[in-house]
């Protein structure tokens, strides 16, 4: 099955400055890469996602970019506020080949500092 | 988005007793859900995708006679836990999604479960 691996475990960056968060998979032919943002007690979010069609996808300060060939892919947060404190998971996915759950990364804490 | 909702938000049981939790999508007809686990400072762990009409796929090493999974309807799955014991406690989250190749979860807010 898939395994993915997540790096740091704990992140600390000052606000304003950028914060990059990195998975690793194993299966090839996962296709489809979610990353989800969960505070304390609460729902994972999903915040951006990308398919293995497109190497870079970007939604205002958040972007994600995608190695297919090296099987890694990471989130990067510009401009980092205090809001953005939270735990963050990358998942990877077959997407097509019957519905089927996430494998997640065990997930890098993000504080950021005022 | 799409809302996921989850019942009860926490509960807290005697060990040996059966609980129920309810995944309802809100405001779309959900093809697939899914139940994971969280363990404290931990990720979400599959636990069984829920399909309905049919029987739930469970991953390896999660007991099907113990965390029982009902999809009675394209808007409803409940996972029961029977049998409860204390290292059962978790927190449990539904997901679901509108499309057949899994893409697009959306989370319930969660069920906190002690179990004494």
């Known amino acids: 099955g898939e395994n993915v691996e997540q790096h740091p475990s704990t992140l600390s960056v000052q606000e304003g400055d950028s914060a990059v968060i990195k998975c690793t998979y194993s299966?090839?032919?996962?296709?489809?890469f979610p990353w989800y943002k969960q505070e304390l007690g609460k729902r994972p979010q999903l915040i951006i996602d990308?398919?293995?069609?497109?190497g870079e996808k970007k939604d205002q300060r958040i972007a994600v970019t995608l190695n297919k060939t090296a099987k890694h892919f990471s989130l990067h947060i510009t401009e980092t506020q205090p809001e953005d404190s939270a735990v963050y998971f990358c998942a990877a996915h077959l997407s097509g080949g019957g519905a089927d759950g996430l494998t997640f990364g065990k997930g890098t804490h993000l504080i950021i500092q005022p | 988005g799409a809302v996921v909702s989850q019942h009860p938000s926490r509960v807290i049981c005697k060990s040996g007793t059966s609980v129920k939790i309810e995944c309802r999508s809100l405001?779309?007809?959900?093809?697939?859900m899914f139940w994971y686990r969280q363990f404290p400072k931990q990720s979400l762990m599959l636990m069984a995708t829920?399909?309905?009409?049919?029987?739930?796929?469970?991953e390896q090493g999660v007991e099907k006679d113990k965390f029982l999974i009902n999809h009675a309807s394209l808007t409803l799955s409940t996972l029961t836990v029977t049998s409860a014991h204390p290292e059962d406690s978790s927190f449990y989250i539904c997901?679901?999604?509108?499309?057949?190749?899994?893409?697009?979860?959306?989370f319930g807010p969660g069920t906190r479960l002690t179990v004494l």
């Open positions: 829920s399909n309905e009409g049919s029987k739930a796929t469970y």
């Open positions: 299966d090839s032919a996962s296709n489809y």
């Open positions: 405001d779309f007809q959900a093809t697939t």
């Open positions: 990308i398919r293995s069609n497109v």
């Open positions: 997901s679901a999604t509108q499309t057949s190749g899994g893409e697009g979860q959306f």
